[in-house]
């Protein structure tokens, strides 16, 4: 219990930009409002799945809980691959490309793929490529306001703040699947 406390202190430093250890949210500096309210929700939710997977032993980022589900690290790596996915979308209006797609589908696309790529790896290894995900998606809303945030995405189904919010549902959906799948973990 101390170590977790001690871990989250650590977190908290670490983004002093960000304002986790209040329960509000307001957009970190550099950002535009509605725009750093969501990169302040994100944040709080990537800070929260980090906190309850990084102390995962190999066994425990490996275990598969049957045949059907995902691995923890997989889903690590899902959440960046969403962002990705969104980065194009959203800040270039249009589909990943040829590159991205070699390096992103399997874990955008989980499946039987996944799991058999998807191990053997540390969990600090999952979580860097998605905290480098994370940096570029800050640094490119760092550059838009509230007015790009609201304009429609080339597809027109839906604007650049629903997308963004999206991820960030996105995240915390996941976050509960980690969450169930941890509290599988064998002994």
Request: glycine share 2%.
């Given at each position: 219990m101390?170590?977790?406390f001690f871990l989250f202190i650590?977190?908290?430093?670490?983004?002093?930009?960000?304002?986790?250890?209040?329960?509000?949210?307001?957009?970190?500096k550099g950002y535009s409002h509605d725009i750093g309210n969501m990169?302040?929700?994100?944040?709080?939710?990537r800070i929260r799945i980090t906190m309850s997977v990084q102390g995962l032993n190999q066994e425990q980022t490996d275990f598969l809980l049957d045949d059907k589900a995902n691995r923890i690290?997989?889903?690590?790596?899902?959440?960046a691959a969403t962002e990705v996915y969104y980065q194009a979308y959203t800040?270039?209006?249009?589909?990943?490309?040829?590159?991205?797609?070699?390096?992103?589908a399997v874990a955008l696309s989980l499946g039987d793929e996944a799991r058999e790529e998807f191990q053997g790896k540390p969990i600090s290894e999952y979580l860097e490529a998605w905290n480098k995900v994370r940096s570029k998606t800050q640094?490119?809303?760092?550059?838009?306001?509230?007015?790009?945030?609201?304009?429609?995405t080339k597809s027109g189904q839906m604007n650049n703040h629903?997308?963004?919010?999206h991820v960030m549902e996105h995240q915390a959906n996941h976050m509960g699947q980690i969450n169930m799948l941890k509290s599988r973990l064998p002994e």
């Open positions: 101390k170590l977790k650590c977190l908290l430093f670490a983004s002093a930009s960000f304002s986790f250890g209040q329960a509000m949210i307001s957009p970190p990169v302040s929700m994100m944040e709080n939710l690290g997989a889903m690590i790596m899902h959440l800040f270039e209006d249009r589909e990943m490309n040829e590159e991205e797609k070699a390096k992103w640094e490119l809303l760092k550059e838009k306001d509230d007015k790009w945030f609201e304009k429609k629903f997308a963004w919010f």
